[in-house]
């Protein structure tokens, strides 16, 4: 993995120094994300530039930088807006500042599972509203990708399926008042810490928590420092596939068709992978030796009733146009 890290150093030093960022270097488009290699987020970026070279048959590639070569998570959305890079994979979390819509997506136990968030969030009346909210703030809403449900992964004992036994727990939150809200409503304690910092955040014991799917648990080698998973299904992770509006203006409408083209097939690619990676990796982290335990998903459910009920209320427009698929 790291011969490959740095061979995507070297190629950025390079575009750096001889084109302005976001140019299309011989015929290519960049594309940056945050996600290790081994993820399946970090596959799917790869299948979009597969994808592209396919559907232009071969007259048009993308360029691929994983884990935060390019750009990282908080400069993503800045980066779109300016043009300083062509595309990016960005978890919608981290896109409500410039998009407060997104922030329905953070209700716990929005989907009934991962068929309806995909035909929810792609193939809806939704879809085509967020596309004009993003467009109207300088980027292009190409699909929506997903991390899978997220889960508890712990260092404290969790022995219960009572929902109680997580009480007290420092859990990693981004900073967002939404998930402040959920972890206190189960009567833990939200800690702001950076994206890249969460493995110096749990060694120092700042945090005894994280919040993750289980791929991204296992995939960012969560198991050599915590021990217990609480299987809590309480949100699923979405991540945005993202282009810059100034790139985007700068296309052909053929060019176009086969940026579509190629997002279309990596949503429809994407999604079903996520599921069935989800359940192996939960297998494999149990192998590990990871202890895992059934939380009471219903008693969570009710603890968060009311927040979710509040964002349904908030965005009722978009959610009823969202049902609609």
């Given at each position: 993995m790291r011969t490959k890290y740095w061979r995507h150093l070297a190629c950025l030093a390079v575009l750096a120094l001889s084109t302005p960022c976001g140019a299309v270097i011989d015929g290519s488009l960049l594309l940056g994300h945050v996600f290790v290699e081994e993820s399946l987020l970090a596959e799917a970026a790869n299948e979009f530039s597969r994808q592209m070279e396919v559907a232009s048959e071969g007259q048009a590639s993308v360029s691929v930088f994983p884990e935060s070569t390019l750009c990282s998570l908080e400069e993503s959305p800045a980066k779109l807006i300016n043009g300083d890079i062509d595309f990016a994979l960005v978890p919608t979390a981290a896109l409500i500042p410039e998009i407060p819509e997104l922030e329905l997506f953070e209700a716990p136990y929005l989907f009934t599972d991962s068929n309806e968030a995909m035909q929810m969030l792609n193939f809806s009346d939704g879809f085509h509203e967020l596309s004009m909210r993003f467009s109207e703030r300088g980027m292009v809403l190409l699909g929506f990708l997903s991390a899978g449900y997220r889960q508890l992964i712990s260092s404290r004992l969790i022995t219960s399926s009572d929902v109680r036994s997580l009480q007290g727990t420092k859990v990693r939150v981004e900073d967002d008042p939404v998930h402040h809200r959920l972890f206190e409503a189960l009567?833990?304690?939200?800690?702001?810490?950076?994206?890249?910092?969460?493995?110096?955040?749990?060694?120092?014991?700042?945090?005894?928590?994280?919040?993750?799917?289980?791929?991204?648990?296992?995939?960012?080698?969560?198991?050599?420092?915590?021990?217990?998973?609480?299987?809590?299904?309480?949100?699923?992770?979405?991540?945005?596939?993202?282009?810059?509006?100034?790139?985007?203006?700068?296309?052909?409408?053929?060019?176009?068709?086969?940026?579509?083209?190629?997002?279309?097939?990596?949503?429809?690619?994407e999604w079903p992978r996520s599921v069935e990676l989800n359940e192996r990796a939960r297998g494999e982290l149990e192998r590990r030796g990871l202890n895992l335990v059934n939380i009471d998903v219903e008693g969570l459910r009710a603890l968060t009733a009311d927040m979710r009920d509040e964002l349904m209320v908030r965005f009722a427009d978009l959610y009823a146009k969202m049902s609609a698929y």
């Open positions: 009567g833990m304690i939200p800690v702001n810490v950076p994206f890249g910092e969460i493995k110096v955040a749990i060694s120092s014991r700042k945090i005894d928590a994280v919040e993750a799917p289980f791929s991204t648990a296992l995939a960012d080698r969560f198991y050599m420092l915590l021990s217990f998973a609480a299987r809590t299904d309480h949100m699923h992770e979405v991540v945005a596939l993202v282009m810059s509006q100034r790139r985007y203006n700068t296309l052909s409408e053929q060019e176009r068709e086969w940026m579509h083209e190629a997002a279309r097939g990596t949503v429809y690619w």
